[in-house]
């Protein structure tokens, strides 16, 4: 009687082992998700920096970055950004950009007045939730 | 004389895995404090947007979110704050309002001269740590 | 047959049991990092002031703070600093306070041009990247 419960509990053991080894794999990765939230061109531009400064330290191809911009934020993201040049080239160098579709909404904007390449959320204070519980770093510049 | 010792490590294997489905599932259950620490009531309206979105697209009974106002964010909790009903507004949804008392003490602030139905921890930046190490997601606006 | 790997298996458990036992004690340590890189003297304070309260809440002795300044906020931690004395003070009481090298090449800054007794780190960014996933709260002031 007591045979098929220790089965049990060994098959449940390798179940768990297996499932921490691919956490805590999945967590050895670096990953690390930016939020931006003002309305300040400098704030832009520190981002910016700080995402060239750690592909510079890790390597390009050993972190994973994603930008979100949300609220005031989002100006960062708009098509006459002072930044626009800056975005493009963080895009073209695998950063994930997303601006919040609650904010467009809210500020009555389309994707058409959006930079190209970009990516969206349907929000974005839920996507910053999401990223920290899978174990991405949080910075807010 | 091995018998026993398998015992204790079923039953240990037994304990631990019901430690980390009890873990996975405080985990997986949504969590988000915000912090509101700048004396900007801009600042102020856009952490009230961001919980009525977290709770909008989550469902308000699939997400605890709790604000923590303290040092120059303080004054989002007086009684003469300029969102006020909103703050109000947000208690009686399901969020948590605390105010840090350090801060109170600090700017020689009582509870009367704060909005009622708010809660208190002795120090905002303790509870900020607490609830990330609790697993919390962390929101700075 | 079988008797081998369900041994293998039992060893397993309790690695994994030890491991998580040890994760479990690093993590329910104290620990907590600040990010300072704001140009605003009362950021500075308000950080200052919050490290005093969280060792004065939780004991000196039983929670581990960090203070990485970096971009606009690295004036904090410069010979003509105004808040110099309570750096000071702040690493004579246990408090790891570090500096961003990227930042000082990006200003041109040397170590002569900064508050002794302080440390330095190669990418201030990349250092609140690595305490979150070794289990830091992480506070942004």
Do not use: H
């Amino acid at each position: 009687m007591t045979r098929p419960r220790y089965s049990i509990l060994r098959r449940g053991a390798l179940v768990l082992g297996c499932s921490l080894l691919l956490a805590g794999a999945a967590w050895a990765q670096e990953k690390v998700v930016f939020q931006v939230s003002d309305a300040d061109p400098a704030k832009w531009n520190l981002t910016l920096n700080n995402i060239s400064n750690v592909q510079k330290d890790l390597g390009a191809d050993k972190v994973q970055i994603e930008v979100v911009a949300y609220g005031p934020g989002i100006g960062m993201l708009k098509l006459e950004s002072p930044v626009a040049t800056r975005v493009a080239d963080a895009v073209s160098k695998g950063i994930q950009v997303v601006a919040c579709e609650n904010t467009l909404t809210a500020q009555k904007l389309v994707r058409a007045d959006m930079l190209a390449n970009i990516s969206y959320v349907p929000a974005g204070v839920v996507e910053l939730m999401r990223k920290q519980q899978q174990g991405w770093a949080y910075i807010r510049p």
